[in-house]
């Protein structure tokens, strides 16, 4: 991508209304515009890293498998009457008529459509366990929304719902969706924490909530200190039995301030006790029948009879989860992106832009890096070299390669690693075959 075709509004001073750095890099660097209180448009800057960050996740749920479909934003509330939500969920639920006054809202959640969708289209025991999953834009009508796309009103979710036929089948699922959300989070370059976690307006008893440690979190929460390091399992596991897994991590004390017993949390050693403020950026839930039961989602069982399904549901932040990687990953120039999900892999700085040499160069290299896969934004516009400096470090590209007039007179350029700050001289072409 060339800067000069590019749209990428930075801005110089910090954005007044932003309180917490994520939201102010966001705006600073033109990831996103705000075009109504908690509403953002995605410029492409912004877009390129939900879109990383949507692939990761895609990926991972596949592999503990989950089945991708697509469901609408817009619902009718009858389908929320059937379940009993419609009256309790309140104004966090934007409520809309369609011409013909049909009650219809925009979803904020999709245990209902994902419920009626299942017992319109499975019939037998046979067909599961099954897992279903969207990423799908929702809408809450937060009484507060701020902080960017940390609390948005319009953000996207993947939401992913699992259907078995007992009890001890479905926490497998529940077990399946575990570890595949600490592998998601680790790709992201983050450290979650499973938490034990109130149900609040889905419901039923066993739940954990992901939380990245954050002084600008909106959670208080408790946790042994040995959670925030533990790697995550990795694919490599035996996906049929979790349990060992699973079971590793919640037997140390974690928990949400909802959740959170002071006892318990006093028995934990002094020196491992950690109270601290996290970012939700997953949840996950087993309700068993709460939505199958008055929907009537049944199979027919081993015996013939017909039985309730037990239910699960799995929610990941995606929009959140940019502000909740910036807030981990930033230094005073601005943000630094893990590679996983930067929105380029290497920022080409052609420091004298209608040099023949310098230009000949920089197309080569573009050509090159392009052609092996990489994502490359090349800075061809005639700023200062000081001004592209300070603009590449603040969209925190991971690789800045650096070509000017006189080191490229001598085959020389430049490769700066923007999260350890360091830039060294090297030869053009083996810059470049480290490159691709
Ligand atoms: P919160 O406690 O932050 O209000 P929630 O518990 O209401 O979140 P869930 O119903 O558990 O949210 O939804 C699943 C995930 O969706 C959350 O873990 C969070 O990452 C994300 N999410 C929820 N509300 C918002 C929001 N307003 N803006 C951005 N992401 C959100
Ligand atoms: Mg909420
Ligand atoms: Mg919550
Ligand atoms: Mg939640």
């Given at each position: 991508?060339?800067?000069?075709?590019?749209?990428?509004?930075?801005?110089?001073?910090?954005?007044?209304?932003?309180?917490?750095?994520?939201?102010?890099?966001?705006?600073?660097?033109?990831?996103?515009?705000?075009?109504?209180?908690?509403?953002?448009?995605?410029?492409?800057?912004?877009?390129?890293?939900?879109?990383?960050?949507?692939?990761?996740?895609?990926?991972?749920?596949?592999?503990?498998?989950?089945?991708?479909?697509?469901?609408?934003?817009?619902?009718?509330?009858?389908?929320?009457?059937?379940?009993?939500?419609?009256?309790?969920?309140?104004?966090?639920?934007?409520?809309?008529?369609?011409?013909?006054?049909?009650?219809?809202?925009?979803?904020?959640?999709?245990?209902?459509?994902?419920?009626?969708?299942?017992?319109?289209?499975?019939?037998?025991?046979?067909?599961?366990?099954?897992?279903?999953?969207?990423?799908?834009?929702?809408?809450?009508?937060?009484?507060?929304?701020?902080?960017?796309?940390?609390?948005?009103?319009?953000?996207?979710?993947?939401?992913?719902?699992?259907?078995?036929?007992?009890?001890?089948?479905?926490?497998?699922?529940?077990?399946?969706?575990?570890?595949?959300?600490?592998?998601?989070?680790?790709?992201?370059?983050?450290?979650?924490?499973?938490?034990?976690?109130?149900?609040?307006?889905?419901?039923g008893d066993l739940s954990h909530e992901f939380i990245i440690l954050a002084e600008t979190g909106e959670s208080a929460v408790f946790c042994h200190k040995d959670l925030v390091d533990m790697p995550a399992p990795g694919a490599d596991v035996d996906w049929d039995d979790l349990q060992g897994l699973v079971d590793q991590r919640t037997s140390l004390y974690a928990a949400t301030e909802e959740m959170h017993d002071e006892a318990a949390f006093n028995a934990v050693p002094a020196d491992k006790q950690l109270s601290a403020r996290g970012i939700e950026v997953g949840h996950i839930f087993y309700f068993g029948e709460k939505y199958s039961a008055p929907m009537g989602a049944k199979v027919s069982g081993p015996d013939g009879s017909q039985v309730n399904v037990h239910m699960g549901s799995y929610g990941v932040g995606v929009s959140r989860l940019i502000g909740g990687i910036i807030e981990a990953s930033h230094d005073e120039a601005g943000i630094i992106w893990p590679e996983s999900v930067a929105p380029f892999d290497v920022a080409l700085i052609n420091l004298r832009v209608g040099d023949e040499a310098c230009d000949a160069a920089c197309d080569k290299a573009y050509k090159a890096l392009t052609a092996a896969g990489r994502d490359v934004l090349y800075h061809d516009t005639d700023d200062r070299p000081g001004a592209k400096f300070a603009s590449m470090d603040l969209i925190g590209i991971p690789w800045q390669l650096i070509i000017g007039p006189k080191g490229i007179a001598e085959g020389q350029v430049e490769i700066k690693h923007r999260a350890t700050g360091e830039r060294h001289t090297a030869a053009f072409d083996a810059v470049l075959e480290q490159l691709t």
């Open positions: 991508m060339r800067l000069s075709r590019y749209l990428l509004p930075l801005l110089k001073e910090n954005p007044s209304e932003a309180q917490i750095v994520s939201h102010r890099l966001m705006l600073r660097t033109g990831m996103i515009r705000q075009e109504a209180a908690g509403i953002y448009a995605w410029l492409p800057l912004g877009l390129r890293v939900l879109r990383k960050i949507e692939k990761i996740v895609h990926e991972e749920m596949q592999r503990a498998g989950a089945v991708e479909l697509l469901m609408p934003t817009l619902q009718l509330a009858d389908l929320w009457r059937e379940s009993g939500r419609y009256d309790d969920y309140g104004q966090e639920m934007l409520r809309i008529k369609d011409r013909h006054e049909r009650e219809m809202l925009y979803g904020p959640t999709n245990e209902e459509m994902i419920t009626e969708i299942f017992r319109g289209t499975v019939k037998s025991y046979k067909d599961l366990p099954m897992n279903l999953y969207h990423i799908q834009w929702k809408f809450r009508d937060e009484q507060r929304p701020r902080f960017g796309v940390m609390r948005g009103r319009e953000f996207l979710m993947k939401d992913a719902y699992s259907f078995d036929i007992d009890e001890v089948s479905a926490r497998k699922a529940y077990n399946r969706m575990f570890i595949a959300y600490l592998n998601t989070f680790s790709r992201l370059g983050l450290k979650a924490v499973p938490m034990r976690a109130d149900t609040g307006p889905i419901g």
